[in-house]
């Protein structure tokens, strides 16, 4: 499978430059050229933000209204399509969502057979994620399960909580995957037991083969730190992802592919990101990993799943 993950820092209000930095990185990196079969983004990835505080911290869902957008209808999902058609893979990516019924979407494995709440759409705000076939499709979509304290402001937790479904990774393959965004990583509201590893044992009991997580996670490498070593992984940030996935890691019986496509750069100096976009392999008690992004490096990573990684990674062992 090839897989690419565009990386890069958004800037506050300034939706059409951030759809346009997109834009410019993936011709950049000639992606209309390398046959990727998928493409992933941060969380978020376009979201505008008139209030210039940091794109996580909406005092309430009133404040973050003129920024929401309607149920795989927005400016997001429009991109999407025009991108996956455009380099003909398919695309996912993050968005603030009103929920808009009715929406017609695939059956998931393991959650209800809708997604439409049973409330009044104005009310009802999710941190979301949509994947878009090359057709214009939509193959998945999926709300946030475990919110950030700075989503509880505005969002609600998915009402169907996680989501596995089938993508057409390639014309004759379907490959059985997971989707998380962020905080799903972590234990629920960090109260859960550490070991519970709810996101990850979802993934193990699915028997996924793939697994997308868009992120928005924040680190505390001081700003200098940050600029002077742009393109070094995030090293502390990529081992804690390793440990919340130790349940694949550990045992899964074949290879699951994991692809972490988070935001790089600094909002307004109160939030930092912490970069460090990979694509992985893990089970059987083994890791591969085909690409490392750094930890404020603007770009497109690119790997083909299919050809030697580019480090394997010994199980328990220091990074």
Not at 200 to 206: C, I, K, Q
Not at 248 to 259: H, I, S, T
């Amino acid at each position: 499978m090839r897989i690419a993950v565009l990386q890069f820092n958004p800037h506050l209000t300034k939706l059409p430059e951030n759809i346009n930095r997109a834009n410019s990185l993936i011709e950049q990196a000639d992606l209309q050229n390398q046959h990727v079969d998928i493409l992933v983004l941060p969380e978020l990835a376009f979201t505008d933000n008139a209030l210039q505080r940091p794109r996580y911290n909406f005092s309430s869902l009133s404040a973050i209204a003129p920024f929401l957008e309607p149920t795989a209808q927005g400016p997001t999902t429009q991109w999407s399509k025009e991108t996956a058609s455009r380099l003909n893979c398919i695309v996912s990516a993050g968005y603030p969502e009103c929920a808009v019924p009715p929406l017609t979407l695939p059956s998931p494995t393991n959650t209800s057979s809708t997604l439409n709440p049973p409330s009044p759409p104005s009310s009802i705000a999710y941190n979301s994620t949509v994947t878009i076939s090359p057709t214009g499709d939509i193959l998945a979509h999926y709300r946030k399960t475990h919110l950030y304290y700075t989503d509880e402001t505005w969002a609600r937790e998915s009402p169907t909580g996680w989501l596995t479904v089938s993508l057409p990774t390639s014309p004759n393959e379907e490959t059985r995957t997971a989707f998380g965004i962020c905080m799903d990583l972590n234990p629920h509201r960090f109260i859960a037991p550490w070991e519970t590893y709810e996101f990850a044992t979802h993934a193990l009991e699915s028997e996924v083969k793939l697994v997308i997580c868009s992120m928005a996670w924040l680190t505390n490498i001081p700003p200098l730190e940050l600029a002077d070593k742009a393109k070094e992984p995030d090293l502390a940030t990529l081992g804690y992802w390793i440990e919340r996935l130790s349940p694949l890691v550990e045992k899964a019986a074949e290879e699951v592919v994991v692809v972490i496509g988070n935001r790089c750069g600094e909002e307004e100096g109160e939030a930092r990101y912490a970069g460090t976009s990979c694509v992985m392999g893990v089970g059987k008690g083994k890791l591969r990993l085909w690409g490392l992004m750094g930890r404020a490096e603007e770009g497109v990573c690119i790997v083909d799943t299919e050809e030697a990684p580019s480090w394997n990674i010994a199980v328990g062992a220091a990074l």
